[in-house]
Nanobody
Framework: QVQLVESGGALVQAGGSLRLSCAAS????????MGWFRQAPEMEREFVAA????????YYADSVKGRFTISRDNAKNTVYRQMNSLKPEDTAVYYC????????????????????WGQGTQVTVSS
């Protein structure tokens, strides 16, 4: 059974930084693109960033480009997201997810392309 466990969420002041982790098990992690999404209260879950299965390609939502960095360590079955220059509007529950298909061509931004999700980790940015 595939399991994703996020960690690293916290309360931080605006302008601060956080590093989120997502540990995966139950699937050949190194064969799957990974994505990060977030959901603010009363909002739809939205795409944040994605990374290819080998880590060579990344893609970011415009709202986080230049501030967030996604990376992965396939030896540790873990994907990371470094978040810098945090803003109050970054406040949300952050989720990692795995692409449906192994070694899928192209990084996906829509939720329906991801089949397994973590439980989420809360990030709160105070002004």
């Amino acid at each position: 059974q595939v399991q994703l466990v996020e960690s690293g969420g916290a309360l931080v002041q605006a302008g601060g930084s956080l590093r989120l982790s997502c540990a995966a098990s139950g699937r050949t992690f190194s064969s799957y693109n990974m994505g990060w999404f977030r959901q603010a209260p009363e909002m739809e879950r939205e795409f944040v960033a994605a990374i290819s299965w080998a880590g060579g390609s990344t893609y970011y939502a415009d709202s986080v480009k230049g501030r967030f960095t996604i990376s992965r360590d396939n030896a540790k079955n873990t994907v990371y997201r470094q978040m810098n220059s945090l803003k109050p509007e970054d406040t949300a529950v952050y989720y990692c997810a795995t692409d449906q298909k192994p070694r899928n061509f192209g990084l996906k931004t829509r939720r329906e392309h991801y089949d397994y999700w973590g439980q989420g980790t809360q990030v709160t940015v105070s002004s």
